[in-house]
């Protein structure tokens, strides 16, 4: 029974989310704007919540013909169905993850199905799921979950349209385009952006809020001002960079550096890959109210799609020989990723020789400030030439250091 059960689950969460990915689906441009218009959606329609309900059970229904254990399919899936109804299911997955700093989107999604199976989609709390569901995937994350979805489903004879790049591939964040996705929600100079945001004035770090509500009512966001008292570091880093062709790109936000596979960054020995990083100007941590000259983030995601971000801190000083490399190529306008013939980087030439950190739960720092990001700033500082910090194209990138609320900080 068990055993049906987590099977049906997982069935719900591919529904849920096939049902977001059919009706909320309309290019592969989404980005953060998307994700708060959809968040509107998902606010405004009773009705679609009532649609969704339908379209999973017809998603149950269907799937649960494929899924082989099922041998007298529809009458344990009522038995599940009423299992669930008293609530005691939804009960036990609430208790089994909140012992989880923060949840997948994919689990989220799960959460939300459940809650519509067994509270019903008038529920606030239901709508708060999917809510949930949405603002904590980005881009890629979000992709990834409606491809599975797609693929699910068109597996069980379903008549699903399954993206480009979702075909034939369980995990498509192994794919090229994930890579080009990151932290930021700016993918790549060819995109327009649906919604505008910057650093100052009207479009500034205080309106983000209005797009993207995370940004304004989320109670873990970075950056931080690192000061005392500490907490001990329970694991460590390390960084594992290796050398491929240079690909840079002005996204208008900064300049990034798209990382070919194969870089990793180990957290007490589990692997993250290394997908992309930027930097900022000046740097948006700061150590007790001070900033360094500039920073760079690099942008890690594991297998699961948590994000882990590895800061390291630049101060003024002599040159740095690899930012001379990445100058030389950076576009001084934004446009697309550009990839300079026969030159090659290895992101390790950034790095520092000691890896102590401090460390802390932190978002996005630019929209839609997602959270569940987890901060590893290098205590040890490099070195950047004043000329090179001028010859940066931003003259400030940085967004505002934001409320610690409790968090702990390792140091
Ligand atoms: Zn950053």
């Not at 059919?22 to 009773?46: F, P």
């Not at 019903?120 to 949405?134: I, M, N, R």
């Not at 020789?353 to 802390?360: A, L, M």
């Not at 959270?371 to 040890?380: A, D, N, P, T």
Request: glycine share 10%.
């Amino acid at each position: 029974m068990k055993r049906i059960l987590v099977e049906v689950l997982l069935v719900l969460a591919l529904g849920a989310a096939a049902f977001f990915g059919w009706t909320n689906w309309k290019s592969n441009t989404a980005n953060g704007g998307q994700v708060a218009e959809l968040t509107t959606q998902v606010e405004e329609s009773g009705k679609k919540l009532k649609a969704a309900e339908e379209a999973l059970a017809a998603a149950l229904a269907e799937t649960a013909k494929q899924v082989e254990p099922l041998k007298t399919k529809s009458l344990e899936l009522d038995a599940v169905r009423t299992a669930m109804s008293s609530g005691e299911t939804l009960k036990d997955l609430e208790a089994a993850y909140k012992k989880e700093k923060s949840l997948s989107p994919d689990r989220q999604v799960g959460l939300g199905a459940i809650r519509l199976l067994t509270k019903g989609s008038k529920d606030p709390a239901t709508v708060e799921a999917f809510k949930k569901a949405l603002e904590s995937a980005d881009w890629s994350g979000r992709k990834q979950v409606i491809c599975a979805a797609q693929n699910a489903l068109a597996a069980a004879g379903e008549k699903v349209n399954v993206m480009s790049e979702c075909e034939g591939s369980g995990q498509p964040s192994d794919k090229g385009p994930a890579a080009k996705s990151g932290a930021h929600s700016s993918k790549a100079g060819d995109e327009k952006h649906a919604v505008n945001w910057g650093y100052e004035g009207a479009m500034g770090p205080e309106s983000w809020g209005n797009d993207f509500p995370t940004c304004a009512r989320g109670k873990a966001q970075a950056p931080l001002n690192i000061q005392g008292p500490f907490e001990k570091a329970l694991f460590n880093v390390s960084p594992d960079y290796k050398s491929g062709p240079l690909k840079i790109i002005n996204n208008g936000h900064t300049i990034q550096v798209n990382v070919p596979p194969g870089s990793k960054l180990r957290i007490d020995s589990q692997p993250f890959e290394l997908v992309q990083f930027h930097f900022h100007r000046p740097s948006e941590e700061q150590l007790n109210g001070k900033p360094s000259a500039m920073v760079a983030h690099f942008v890690h995601k594991n297998s699961e799609g948590r994000l882990a971000v590895l800061g390291v801190l630049l101060k003024e000083g002599n040159e740095n020989p690899g930012i001379k490399t990445l100058w030389t190529h950076a576009p001084a306008k934004e446009g697309p990723e550009v990839s300079p013939e026969g030159v090659n980087f290895n992101p390790g030439n950034l790095l520092p020789r000691e890896y102590e950190f401090y460390s802390y739960e932190g978002s996005l720092t630019t929209p839609p400030c997602t959270e569940g990001v987890r901060f590893f700033i290098l205590k040890s500082q490099v070195n950047i030439s004043r000329e090179q910090v001028e010859a940066f194209p931003f003259k400030k990138n940085a967004r505002p250091v934001q409320p610690q609320n409790g968090r702990a900080i390792a140091g």
